[in-house]
């Protein structure tokens, strides 16, 4: 890991890239700490659905950014875990907790004139509800979840779609994703891709798919972000 704050592609090279106008969040592990209510979502689930055994968290944390059933697809888990997994998720959203950083980071994005999105690999509703729950949806201009896009993460689809609702400009839009999924899907959509190194991140995995920017807290953010001027 670069000791540097916020790297630009790597080696450090100190090659900018042009101030955003638009920014696509993903939602866990960037926006938000849902870990603990994830672990305990998945692991009631998995009981419920499959019985006794070691719930495979840590590889269902290796997939995270994806649409939860095409997580269970991959891991060849049953797709019945999704009902109870979501229904827990909502009974447990209340322990979820905002990054620091976060609430000062998004106010101050709007301040400047930026337009915000989440993109999330949750539902749209389960994303908006959480939101609404910690106090942040007003803060974005989108929030979308991977049931509203024809194809999730890690195609383009959602970003894409972001960015039509936003009139995005891909040369000033920006995505900050903790997961490779979260990187390919920016990629296809043609614009930046922020590593967040904040949260549980594999930061070697992560870092090996060769983000355009690294970033260690969330408001190291505001050095690509200047405040927006009309054209």
Known sequence: MTSHPISHGDPLSGAGTAPATSVVFDLDGVLVNSFTVMREAF????????????????????HLGRYFPDIMRIMGLPLEMEAPFVRESYRLAHLVEVFDGVPELLTELRHRGLRLAVATGKSGPRARSLLDTLGIRGQFHVVLGSDEVARPKPAPDIVLKAMDLMDADPDRTVMVGDAVTDLASAR??????????????????????EPDVILHKPTELLALCPEVTAP
Not at 43 to 62: I, K, M, Q, S
Not at 188 to 197: D, F, L, Q, S
């Open 43 to 62: 692991t009631l689930a998995y009981a419920e659905v499959v019985g006794e055994g070691e719930p495979p968290f840590e590889e269902y944390n290796r």
């Open 188 to 209: 296809g959509a043609g614009i930046t891709a922020v590593a967040a190194m904040w949260g549980e991140t594999d930061e070697k995995t992560l870092l090996a798919a």
